[in-house]
């Protein structure tokens, strides 16, 4: 090659490199703006209406870049809630506004209301957590697994412990259809996987169980009595674990990671996801869980109790152990960065999520509901700014923050490497060093790798596309479809190089 045209050639790199940096540093930039919002927050020492104004300047920029339709929220202070607003809607066909009394479904927060009424029959000697569940549950029968049920115990239920599978997730009912009883619907799930009390397991079909319990040791439906002994006291009044068309204002409808449209469900059981309740209310329920704060017009359970359920039970919850320190009784647990302990829970489910976290010592508490399964870096952003405004710095989970700046950092890289390999191809075609030799002999091994690699990655994303639900989806909304896009393009680049093989000597020859 002549002096001419290596000169040439590396004026050529020198303008792709400088190229494709000017096209990540413009990304770069243009997702820092778009983050200014996000990434602002007020000081600690800033007053509740600074705060709050600045949620009212954050919350819908947050909610129209993550495509979330409605958002309630509330703030507790010393125990009690200080406020609390809605955004958006609860309905975007009908131009349903979402409102702080409107009937949520808050799915797995239901976990921890469960916690307090299971908690409230050991406070009247009903029951014991350390005995067997089968002692309690007298008309119903444990399907036969390859572990001994005998072993159950009420605590091992409301620590995840129990071996108990997960349960199906996805069966859900509209309201009109037939649905099958508590006991049918545990006769099919209620089958151990593990031996209980090993290790952490999340399970909704545990905290089932934990509703037939209290329905057998009551002789009352679990929704009466956990109305009467724990929703009412708690002055809990837009709450309830039974459907009806009369919960007026009407429960949201639910949009999913693609945005789309799910109705009102229900499911068969009622424990561990089955409560409807306003912002309010669930606020209402974190702060009467303040046991530096305890209202005597609110006592449910000794504040001695409220602690056992905040006593930690399992020091590895999982994967849920990436924000959490450990797992109590129906609660999260972390230690905050000022040595303060604060419990947590949160769900989600077909197109709604949920969340609450608190300081029991300090009384401070946020809840969060929305209608939409794109939530969770809008609750990671949220839950910073109040961790700081607060003086705890951060929360666990903020680290949903890192993540996604991490995957975005992944994904500039990604494109910047991929930018190169369509620079190198199309400078082979022009020069004709590559032409279509699909067939080609030569390098047979690294081009069918690259062709299979290829198809694999295709497959596997047309596979991602007609799912309903994605957990990386849900986590990294927006990412995670640039993440597809650009293993999209990946695949197509390993097609070009397999089926336009580089062979200069050969082809100029």
Not at 311 to 326: H, K, R
Not at 475 to 489: C, K, N, R, T, Y
């Amino acid at each position: 090659m002549s002096v001419k045209k290596v000169g040439v050639s590396k004026l050529i790199d020198k303008l792709w490199l400088r190229l494709s940096l000017s096209l990540i540093i413009s990304f770069v930039l243009v997702l820092s703006v778009s983050n200014v919002h996000k990434i602002t927050k007020v000081k600690k020492d800033a007053s509740f209406q600074e705060f709050t104004t600045h949620l009212d300047e954050c919350i819908p920029v947050l909610m129209k870049d993550y495509n979330i339709p409605g958002v309630s929220i509330a703030l507790i202070q010393k125990g009690e809630t200080i406020w609390a607003k809605a955004y958006g809607y609860a309905n975007l066909e009908q131009g349903r506004k979402m409102t702080a009394d409107t009937y949520c479904r808050v799915e797995s927060i239901s976990k921890s209301v469960t916690a307090w009424a299971v908690m409230k029959l050991v406070e009247q000697r009903k029951i014991d957590l350390d005995q067997p569940v089968k002692q309690y549950i007298k008309n119903w029968e444990f399907p036969e697994s390859q572990f001994s049920e005998e072993k159950v115990t009420v605590r091992q239920l409301l620590a995840n412990t129990s071996g108990m599978p997960l349960g199906d997730i996805f069966e859900r009912y509209s309201p009109k259809d037939e649905i099958p009883s508590l006991k049918e619907s545990l006769t099919k799930q209620a089958v151990l996987i593990q031996e209980p009390g090993v290790s952490f397991l999340y399970s909704n079909t545990g905290y089932n169980l934990l509703e037939l319990l209290i329905e057998e040791v009551t002789g009352r439906e679990f929704a009466e009595y956990i109305t009467e002994e724990v929703l009412l006291p708690m002055g809990m009044d837009n709450s309830s674990f039974t459907w009806s068309e009369e919960l007026k204002p009407a429960v949201p409808i639910g949009y999913n990671s693609k945005g789309n449209p799910i109705p009102v469900y229900i499911y068969p059981e009622k424990a561990s996801g089955g409560l409807f309740a306003s912002v309010e209310d669930i606020a209402a329920f974190v702060g009467a869980g303040m046991t530096n704060y305890f209202h005597s017009e609110q006592r449910v359970l000794t504040p001695e109790n409220i602690n056992k359920l905040y006593s930690p039970m399992v020091e590895n919850p999982g994967i849920y152990g990436l924000v959490f320190d450990s797992y109590g009784l129906g609660y999260y647990i972390e230690t905050l960065a000022n040595g303060k302990k604060s419990v947590a829970n949160g769900g989600q489910g077909g197109g709604v999520m949920s969340y609450f976290q608190a300081v029991p010592e300090t009384g401070d508490g946020i809840v969060i509901l929305t209608n939409s399964q794109r939530s969770w870096p809008f609750f990671a952003y949220i839950l910073d700014k109040w961790a700081a405004w607060s003086g705890f710095e951060s929360v666990g989970m903020s680290k949903i923050i890192w993540v996604q700046n991490a995957l975005w950092l992944l994904i500039g890289l990604f494109w910047f490497s991929m930018l190169r390999q369509v620079w190198g191809i199309g400078q082979g075609l022009i020069s004709g060093k590559r032409r279509f030799l699909p067939l080609w002999k030569d390098f047979g091994l690294l081009r069918l790798v690259q062709s299979g690699l290829s198809v694999i990655l295709a497959a596997g994303l047309l596979w991602c596309i007609s799912q309903d639900y994605l957990f990386i989806s849900s986590v990294f909304p927006i990412a995670a479809g640039w993440l597809g896009i650009s293993l999209f393009i990946f695949a197509l680049i390993l097609l070009l190089l397999a089926w336009f093989p580089y062979d200069g000597p050969k082809l100029l020859s």
